[in-house]
């Protein structure tokens, strides 16, 4: 079975093949298996790993373009997953600079961390003689995003960060804002809010790569939903992002229950820049995509009423 590793020498990107018997690819893991191509067939190719059994996140690459944890991946299952495939694609994370090989600069994504300041501010009637005592459901409330091993798997696949990084964070970073906004000792949830407002957190594009990606069933897509939560009960409800947010609600609990494409866009962004978006909304109405009487809303859906009292028990749920 032919193994196709995306190589980077420092200056240059290439491919270069590696031949391997059936025999040397079964009972393998992943990085086992790059551990063997570099034992017995190339000092030269470089990756890192540390603890082989997904704890320290240091072993993540691509394969066919997926992430996977490589110390956590039967070679047996992948084999299963590509339906026997002669050859299998091997690449660095996606979303991060290429070093060398299979080795990336996490430097971007640790700074990203320290914005979000990830250390919790205890409140001020915890202190060293009586400690931080936590119930059980305040623990379980952030017990799966203290999992994180730092991995970048659900990075590697965001398509946010593919489109622009620019004004973006690596998902797992508002994991980390989130586990420390909702940790019950926190003194104020906004030191971590707030910086993940200012550095994307309405741009996620609701893609949910990162968490059907995660191998520890971390879901940053929740937890960027959550934040946002936080953030707009906090008064960061300015913007774009929230008004799309408000003005779907509105939609669904006071209008008929529909979704008004029309009105949305008028209270997300507004009627100026909407305004020089017209050329759009007359290609789709030419295209008999959009119908501009839409606006004046239409029956009421079936079942509104039962969805509206769903929302409204959700809401009195959160707040106790
Ligand atoms: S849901 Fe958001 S954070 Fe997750 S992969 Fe998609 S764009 Fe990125
Ligand atoms: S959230 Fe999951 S995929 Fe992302 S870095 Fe943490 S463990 Fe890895
Ligand atoms: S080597 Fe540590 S997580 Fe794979």
Redesign the pocket.
């Known amino acids: 079975m032919k193994f196709i590793i995306d190589r980077f020498d420092g200056q240059q990107k290439y491919k270069q093949a590696y031949e391997l018997s059936m025999d040397e690819v079964k009972g393998q893991t992943l990085l086992s298996l790059l551990q063997h191509i570099k034992r017995t067939q190339d000092i030269t190719l470089n990756f890192t790993a540390a603890c082989r059994m997904a704890i320290c996140g240091a072993c993540a690459v691509r394969v066919n373009g997926h992430s996977y944890l490589a110390c956590d991946t039967k070679m047996e299952e992948l084999l299963e997953e590509y339906k026997n495939p002669s050859s299998m694609t091997i690449s660095p994370l996606n979303n991060f600079r290429v070093i060398s090989d299979l080795v990336v600069d996490w430097e971007p994504s640790i700074e990203n961390l320290r914005k979000i300041k990830p250390t919790i501010t205890p409140q001020e009637a915890f202190s060293n003689k009586h400690g931080c005592k936590q119930t059980q459901e305040e623990v379980n409330r952030i017990k799966k995003q203290w999992d994180c091993i730092l991995c970048g798997c ?1 990075a590697s ?5 593919e489109a622009d990084a620019s004004d973006y964070m690596q ?1 797992f970073v508002f994991t980390h804002a989130y586990r420390a906004a909702a940790d019950s000792r926190s003194k104020d949830p906004m030191i971590h809010v707030k910086p993940s407002v200012m550095n994307g957190l309405w741009n ?8 059907d990606r995660c191998p520890k069933g971390i879901s ?2 929740s937890d ?1 939903a959550n934040l946002r939560v936080k953030a707009v009960a906090n008064g960061l409800d300015e913007g774009e992002g929230p008004g799309h947010a408000t003005a779907f609600l509105t939609d669904i609990v006071e209008g008929t229950g529909r979704l008004n494409e029309i009105k949305l866009a008028l209270r997300s962004e507004g009627v100026i820049k909407n305004m020089g978006k017209m050329d759009i909304a007359f290609n789709l109405m030419g295209a008999g995509k959009m119908n501009p009487l839409h606006i004046f809303e239409g029956d009421e859906i079936e079942g509104h009423e039962d969805l509206v009292k769903m929302i409204k028990a959700a809401r009195a749920a959160s707040k106790e």
């Open positions: 659900c696949e965001c398509n946010k960060l998902p996620c594009v609701h893609c949910q790569e990162c968490a940053s897509f960027i």
